[in-house]
């Protein structure tokens, strides 16, 4: 379930931009070029959840587009009051606490997976099955600039138009939707593979970066080995 954290939905239009089409088709699978019925260039970038230099880095290409982009669509607003509707999301209600949605066996290993990543057990008991699973599918954060808030915040510095395809409340809905044993399954599933993070989150960088799609379909299938086939299936769909 890793890659579907790490991985946002692989867009980002620059509407408006200059950038030679010849050199955005070619740039690895991952800039694509598209004409509106208003005959405006879009310009279509995958990007991923990472802070990894060799990520946030742009190629040429790219750089030239976005400096050259009017509007900016990004996959999720990006809001300090989207980033609170995230985190008030996470937490459970009132005196509810993880340790009693959960077998105590699986609670366990999780505060040990997550104080090793930072995350102390104050915060753990608080938080809903699916925000825990999240959080421990996800790098360690370090500065918090990944690749989709670097090119937010380089926009808004330039005072260009921001889009976002979803609202926190849309993106976290088909995780509020899982029941309960749908959600322990998950975090079953990531505290199982927890010792693979780095291995499936540097394959995927490399992929990412080779613009390597079917790749990264196999990193994808990797990462969600340890869950039930019909929940796999239906968390793909989403």
């Given at each position: 379930?890793?890659?579907?954290?790490?991985?946002?939905?692989?867009?980002?239009?620059?509407?408006?931009?200059?950038?030679?089409?010849?050199?955005?088709?070619?740039?690895?699978?991952?800039?694509?070029?598209?004409?509106?019925?208003?005959?405006?260039?879009?310009?279509?970038?995958?990007?991923?959840?990472?802070?990894?230099?060799?990520?946030?880095?742009?190629?040429?290409?790219?750089?030239?587009?976005?400096?050259?982009?009017?509007?900016l669509v990004l996959e999720?607003?990006?809001?300090?009051?989207?980033?609170?509707?995230?985190?008030?999301?996470?937490?459970?209600?009132?005196?509810?606490?993880?340790?009693?949605?959960?077998?105590?066996?699986?609670?366990?290993?999780?505060?040990?997976?997550?104080?090793?990543?930072?995350?102390?057990?104050?915060?753990?008991?608080?938080?809903?099955?699916?925000?825990?699973?999240?959080?421990?599918?996800?790098?360690?954060?370090?500065?918090?600039?990944?690749?989709?808030?670097?090119?937010?915040?380089?926009?808004?510095?330039?005072?260009?138009?921001?889009?976002?395809?979803?609202?926190?409340?849309?993106?976290?809905?088909?995780?509020?939707?899982?029941?309960?044993?749908?959600?322990?399954?998950?975090?079953?599933?990531?505290?199982?593979?927890?010792?693979?993070?780095?291995?499936?989150l540097e394959q995927m960088?490399?992929?990412?970066?080779?613009?390597?799609?079917?790749?990264?379909?196999?990193?994808?299938?990797?990462?969600?080995?340890?869950?039930?086939?019909?929940?796999?299936?239906?968390?793909?769909?989403?």
């Amino acid at each position: 379930f890793q890659l579907l954290c790490w991985l946002h939905v692989l867009v980002i239009a620059l509407i408006g931009a200059s950038v030679d089409s010849s050199a955005a088709e070619a740039w690895q699978g991952r800039f694509f070029l598209a004409v509106n019925d208003a005959g405006e260039k879009i310009y279509v970038f995958g990007t991923m959840h990472s802070e990894d230099e060799r990520v946030v880095q742009l190629p040429l290409v790219v750089e030239q587009g976005f400096n050259d982009a009017q509007t900016l669509v990004l996959e999720l607003e990006l809001t300090a009051d989207a980033m609170v509707a995230a985190s008030m999301a996470s937490l459970l209600d009132d005196d509810t606490e993880l340790v009693n949605l959960i077998p105590g066996e699986l609670y366990g290993r999780v505060v040990a997976v997550a104080e090793a990543r930072g995350l102390p057990e104050q915060l753990v008991r608080k938080l809903k099955p699916w925000a825990v699973m999240m959080f421990l599918s996800m790098p360690v954060p370090e500065t918090g600039m990944f690749l989709d808030r670097v090119l937010y915040q380089q926009a808004l510095a330039r005072q260009k138009r921001i889009v976002a395809l979803e609202t926190v409340q849309e993106q976290l809905g088909i995780f509020a939707q899982l029941d309960g044993h749908q959600q322990v399954q998950l975090l079953e599933a990531t505290i199982a593979t927890a010792g693979q993070l780095n291995h499936w989150l540097e394959q995927m960088t490399v992929r990412f970066l080779d613009g390597d799609l079917e790749g990264l379909q196999e990193t994808n299938l990797a990462t969600m080995s340890a869950v039930e086939p019909l929940l796999r299936d239906r968390l793909i769909r989403a």
